[in-house]
């Protein structure tokens, strides 16, 4: 008796095995021939980035023979779109994926610049906020600070180097002012008082970055990143002082915050 039970108690489980196999096979057959019914596209534009819009992905997908809408969704390579959408120079993350109901989804985040670089060739690109080069696009240019002066590396030889590749390499670093330049713009950025003050970085003869101000014409030494907040505190301090006391403001035609625990200036 006990040994019927267990030859029944097998087949009831093999038979609802089988049974929701060939549901699963049935399941799938059904959506293998499913029609993409839509193709949804999303972009961030919410750090007011406008390199691409919806039209342009869905060119982008167009343009490598994928029809997407009317086409089954079993001949739809789904992370073959994805890995050319994440190839794009303009694109930070490209997710894409097909939803049980037909509609493809695509959601692409746009790379965000910190710093346009122009080099001392007059070769320009940017840099983007995960320290990596950019090219320029053709299409919108982004309202970010300006790093000029005496700035060698051309794209061409460092778009595959991020600043953390240059920060860690002696070579490099002892060669470049990119890894510098990033840091400042990162901080700056961070800061909505510098964010609006600072307009330009320039690199001088001996190296150093002076802050070009929007309000003033005094410039300003700030040297390398080092006690980079402090020095930021100083000419806080400088500002405060310069706006609240008349004629103050105007008197200085250098200011200097490259000297530990002092602001040195000259005077027009």
């Not at 049974?19 to 961030?44: A, E, P, R, W, Y």
């Not at 090219?135 to 991020?162: C, D, F, W």
Request: glycine share 6%; net charge neutral.
């Amino acid at each position: 008796m006990k040994k019927l039970k267990k030859i029944l108690f097998i087949t009831l489980w093999f038979g609802l095995i089988v049974g929701l196999l060939l549901t699963m096979g049935f399941v799938n057959k059904q959506q293998d021939s499913l029609l993409c019914k839509n193709l949804d596209i999303k972009v961030n534009q919410d750090d007011e980035v406008y390199f691409l819009n919806k039209m342009d992905i869905a060119q982008l997908i167009k343009n490598r023979g994928d029809s997407i809408v009317g086409q089954p969704k079993s001949t739809v390579n789904v992370s073959e779109i994805e890995k050319a959408l994440n190839s794009h120079e303009d694109i930070a993350k490209a997710e894409v994926f097909m939803t049980i109901d037909g509609d493809m989804k695509v959601n692409v985040k746009q790379r965000k610049p910190v710093l346009r670089i122009i080099n001392s060739n007059d070769d320009s690109y940017y840099l983007d906020d995960t320290g990596k080069l950019m090219p320029l696009s053709g299409k919108y240019t982004a309202r970010v600070i300006v790093a000029n002066g005496n700035i060698q590396e051309p794209y061409s030889t460092h778009y595959m180097y991020t600043m953390e590749d240059i920060a860690n390499d002696s070579i490099m670093k002892a060669n470049s002012m990119l890894d510098e330049l990033f840091a400042m713009g990162t901080y700056i950025n961070a800061n909505e008082f510098w964010k609006s003050q600072v307009q330009q970085i320039y690199i001088n003869k001996e190296k150093d970055m002076e802050i070009v101000p929007l309000v003033g014409d005094q410039k300003i030494i700030f040297g390398d990143t080092t006690a980079m907040h402090e020095k930021f505190k100083k000419l806080m301090t400088f500002y405060t002082q310069g706006l609240n006391t008349t004629g103050w403001w105007d008197r200085y035609s250098t200011i200097n915050l490259k000297f530990k625990n002092q602001i040195v200036c000259t005077k027009k």
